[in-house]
Structure formats: structure tokens, C-alpha cells
């Protein structure tokens, strides 16, 4: 089966650093992207960018480009979402889900549980 | 950034109707779109991938189509599980982009 198993809540205050992870179970981490989707309380869906496990090459938004990075380690099968210094508009949940990419496809198609992150003062 | 457009944002609608909802993209992306549902609190999931396919699981009554720039998600027969917030995602291009979403509830 597969399981995308995300970290849990955290509490932070602007400026502090955090990691996040995604622990993928159930298929070859190699074989698929990990991609990271941002949601806001109240709002929808924003994609952030993704990651392929087999090279760690990744890819970003725009809108997150330079603050944060996401990386992965192929031996336990985790990827990670991180910032070096957070801000109060980071508070979010936010969703690492499973990559499908082909020469006629490109879907999202397992999703973790989401890591709610709250960042306040 | 490819702008994906939902109508409506929203909708109040009965067991047992037809559902349509409708997404625009900004510039052509072929058949490169797919369609989630999210319920409160929870992950979204995948209904639909490249315009018309239904993921293994979906229910029969959940159906997309379109090409190029318009798209469609129909639900043929509302059940009570049918109410949440469903998005459309194009997948032509980087940066990935999602719709607003469409929230379909109970009348």
C-alpha cells in the first residue's frame, strides 16, 4: 500500500528555521517525484515545487523560489520541506504528495496527511 | 504562470443532481489537466488525470473532458460523500498551477 507519511504540527516564531518531512512507503521512492502544495487556512491549493528522489533535482514556484528548499534522502525514503527563516504568512498546512510524470501524463496521485505549520510571535 | 480559472466558486445543489463545473486555462495546455476533491481537514485526492481519465477507485459517476483551454468535471448523480471543494490542476508547464476551487454544497 502506498503511505506518505507526513511529520507533525509545529509552532514556530518568525524567524526560526524548520524542517518538515514526507516518509513514502509502499513503492520504489526513486521511481516518482515528490511534489509540495502549500494551503492556507481558508484557502486553496498552491503548488510550491517538487523533487525527484533518484538525483534530487528540483524545481520551484516563483512565488517560493529562494525561500525554502526541497530536498530528499533516497536511503529512508523522505523528503523534506525547509526554511531558514520563517515568516508569519508560513503559516499553513502544508501537503507532500506522490509525482506521477510520463511522456503523456503528470497527476498527483497519493497525498500525505499535511503538516500544519503555525508561526507566531 | 498558466492561470487556471473554476465556475463558479461556488454551488448549492440536491442528492441526485447533475453537477457541472468548469475550469479555463490562460493558454493552451492540451490534455494536461486533472481534478481533485477536498473535504475539510483532509488531503485532496485525484478524481480525473489528463482531462478524461478516471482514477482507479473513483466512483463511475465522476467524468472530465475537454482539451486545449476548457475544461469540464461533471458529477452525474450527487451523493451525500460528493459534497466538498474540487480543483482543477494543469500540468503543461512550471510552475504547476491549481484553479481556486469550486465548493459544492447541500441545497
Known amino acids: 500500500e502506498v503511505q506518505l507519511v507526513q511529520s507533525g504540527a509545529e509552532v514556530k516564531k518568525p524567524g526560526e528555521s524548520l524542517r518538515i518531512s514526507c516518509k513514502a512507503s509502499g513503492y520504489s521512492f526513486t521511481t516518482y517525484w515528490i511534489t509540495w502544495v502549500r494551503q492556507m487556512p481558508g484557502k486553496g491549493l498552491e503548488w510550491m515545487g517538487r523533487i525527484d528522489p533518484s538525483d534530487s533535482y528540483s524545481d520551484y514556484s516563483p512565488s517560493f523560489q529562494g525561500h525554502v528548499t526541497i530536498s530528499a534522502d533516497k536511503s529512508i525514503s523522505t523528503a523534506y520541506l525547509q526554511w531558514r527563516s520563517l515568516k508569519a504568512s508560513d503559516t499553513a498546512m502544508y501537503f507532500c504528495a506522490r509525482h506521477v510524470i510520463t511522456g503523456t501524463e503528470d497527476y498527483f496521485d497519493y497525498w500525505g496527511q499535511g503538516t500544519l505549520v503555525t508561526v507566531s510571535s | 504562470d498558466i492561470q487556471m480559472t473554476q465556475s463558479p466558486s461556488s454551488l448549492s445543489a440536491s442528492v441526485g443532481d447533475r453537477v457541472t463545473i468548469t475550469c479555463r486555462a490562460s493558454?493552451?495546455?492540451?490534455?494536461?489537466l486533472n481534478w481533485y476533491q477536498q473535504k475539510p481537514g483532509k488531503a485532496p485526492k485525484l478524481l480525473i488525470y489528463v482531462a478524461s481519465s478516471l482514477q482507479s477507485g473513483v466512483p463511475l459517476r465522476f467524468s472530465g473532458s475537454g482539451y486545449g483551454t476548457d475544461f469540464t468535471l461533471n458529477i452525474s448523480s450527487l451523493q451525500p460523500e460528493d459534497f466538498a471543494t474540487y480543483y482543477c490542476?494543469?500540468?503543461?508547464?512550471?510552475?504547476?498551477?491549481f484553479g481556486q476551487g469550486t465548493k459544492v454544497e447541500i441545497k
Open positions: 493558454q493552451h495546455i492540451s490534455s494536461y
Open positions: 490542476q494543469q500540468s503543461s508547464s512550471t510552475p504547476r498551477t
